[in-house]
């Protein structure tokens, strides 16, 4: 019903069974109860009260996965830090939340000293900075040390873990902001246990799975994991970020069972030329996220990996798993006639999840017929609680009690879903409406072309038209009229760019996602495209 | 977060995969959607409303499984009878929840007819009256037929499902009084939902699970794995009521992997001659619950059964999984040598299932300490909504935010909880808590012994004193102060009977359970002991 429950579950059932194991670091589920109650204990004893919200800001590994269950032990709120923000951004994080404290990886520390002027002190904001360094690389002694305060805790006998409701919020998990502010999203015990629980079945964990934390833990994809991994007693293991040898390299050493990677990683980790070296008979499952898998790379991760795949759709907002494709489904996709229907659901993002309702809505929110595009609207106990601060847009988010995810998607005869575009990316032109992802599609079919954006700018005529950004590989030419001719190879007329502008890079947002309303803003005079 | 939930994914995704074999009948999930669709719609044609009440008569077979989940659909609640009920507690039961209609299985019509008479028609009560017969016996001409309800909610095109929320009751359980009136759980979706959840992940529940209904469909022990098979889309087969052999012989014939059995029934099972002639490699999984599996039991099953076995302990109010003791420690215990203490974990019920905290206490709700005796509460998303129109009760049952289950247990120092008695049994005398359960295990010890119950009876000095009611072997004879020296062999002075009284046979609920406040309403003029 809460975190709480599995780490006091396992402190009593699997006191001695590994927990963690971090290089050096290694010990049992009893000794990660009493290292986060007396870290804990100890942020207490400093100020912390529940209800606070602590920010953090660390690379992969054991601390991480302890911060998300002290924090919520005291009742405080933890607002993981994406590591790739600007430092404009991690102040609008900490202030946006208010954090009064902050956990920070040495590494990190001259990141901090950037966006530390721009913190809100005289709002009490991140009074506390605790200062963590991997084993064996102690932290300056001047700082307030990380395994100090977990020592120190000890001391605090008369500390008590907070009364926690299924209702109360574990973390802040501030949303990439591709299309708007970046926005905090609330999510509570009862959505990420209701997430654990939902994943943890068809993944068939037990207490006897080994995970492997690649994905940064800081993202919701990863977050998620270490709480479902955790309720089950599993093994919880680290790259303190994604490498493509070393990912290879843990999975031999630590005999991993499970890891979570994005498409693009697994791409690389089947490109090392040594793959065959390595003794990966361990694994059992990647899960994947973020796009589909492409054919070429499920065909060479069969002849070089002994695993299963399966890939979900999700986002924040729904802690996040929504849809989920099986291994099953992808084999008998991949065994069909190259070009017959049945190989189309290696595009597919799968099918709800256990307790899930997904239904593809018009803009007055009925549901649209079979093989018709609408809004992805969810309803599942894993659906936030709400985004921090932010009543009106919270409203208009989880509006008639399901969560509008702003992504359009077709169903199929069968059930399955397709993710199509995000809703504020699609182009209304002459009113026909136009997806920017299948424009981009065509766009990558032109040889020069190294990343490509497609946005709606205003059209006296069209209302909007469809315009085009480029960035050309290195080393490479290519015309406007050569690009656009191009595209109509693949697409209809109207959807063919009119214009097509170059630029050296794309601006992103810390995930690495195309930010398209920097893009439109110069084209917009209210900084937002209206659709539908 | 819906019973609908499931069965709308299983009709999508998993459209023609076998949901039920019973006998001839053989349908897939779509089929058992447009059938409990149907049956929904003609029910609600009929004048069944969201929130009326509809109780349901019948043994198990597909049409129990129809109507766990077409009551529900038009918001509807379910009120499972007890097929052994005397025809007082069947109208107790249908007045008390007042239910609109019933369906009624043939073979119980004689039943009905009985305590049609005492039903308060004038207040609306089972207006509506369903006759259901297997395929290939038809009901009475003149009777509403259950399949020509199912078919004629095919025209009924305008029906919709209820709206329905996960706090919704689905059910009406009505305990087996044996502690006091028979009162009626309200078990919701989430209650439900929550249960199916945290038991599928230990026990591997697939789509391809074969599950066998031997336990009565209308007891929580079998409605649960009702819900949580039907969750996964496995396939569900029945035995109308247990018999060792039909036991066998279904295994055999539907391949069935996972089965619910009481100890009772599987030693019945394992008593059978012929067991060695029957094929029943497929079975995976028995679980078992209401008290431990004898030992000798246990090793007799390693032998003629090729699968694992899970105890468990729970309630109606829980819906019922509270604790559960795995099969690789009761492999442990039958391993360690004889009367090692290792050994005594076959007592045990094992721990708390996923998500779900035990707490023993005192009478002032303050946690016991290791090895003492203590009242189980219990807090979870399956504990029961509470008692239908017993708000006071309800608040007694459900105080502090925790379930009081009546239940005295012990936890030992690795977190192993061990039922010792029910608090409303424990005798009180000369200041001294005595046991009924270990008084009666001493009982039980003297040859002649068939049935004992010991309960505590008005003693001017020492409060209460112990006293034992016996039912003796057929054939068999002994004196009170013979089964009172073979106790003294056993237990504690204090503990052994003062008077032992002879009965020809014992009070039983409709469960099979002894009714204690029956015994004791001679000799306590309110009917009730008070203790503690």
Redesign the interface.
Known sequence: ?TLL??I??NA??LPAKLAVSDGPVKYGWSEFDTRTRNLAASLASRGVKKGNRVGVLMSNGYAYLEAYYAIPRLGAIIVPLNIRYAPAEFSFAINDSGAVALLVEDTFWPLYEKFAPQLETAQQVAQLVVRYNRPGQPVPEDALDYETLVREGAAETAYQDAEID?EDVVGLFYTGGTTGRSKGVMLTHKNL?HNA??T??PG?VTSRTVYCHVAPMFHIADAAPAISYT??GACHTFLPKFDAQKALEIIERERVNHIGLVPTMINLMLQVPTIKDYDLSSLELIFSGGSPTPVEVLRKMRQLLPCKLRQGYGMTESSPTITVLDWEDMLRAMEAPPDSPATRLLGSCG??G????VRLVDSLDREVPVGEIGEVTV???NVMKGYWNLPQETATALRNGWLHTGDLAIKDE??YFYIVDRKKDMIISGGENIYSAEVENALYCHPAVLEAAVIGVPDPKWGERVHAVVVLKPGWEATEAEIIARCREFISGYKVPKSVEFVSEMPKSGAGKILKRNLRDKYWQSGLVQVS
């Open positions: 019903m429950t599995h006091k579950h009593q059932y299924e246990t629980l939902i943890v079945i068939q309720m089950m099918v709800p256990i307790n899930i309702e309803k599942a106990p069968n059930g």
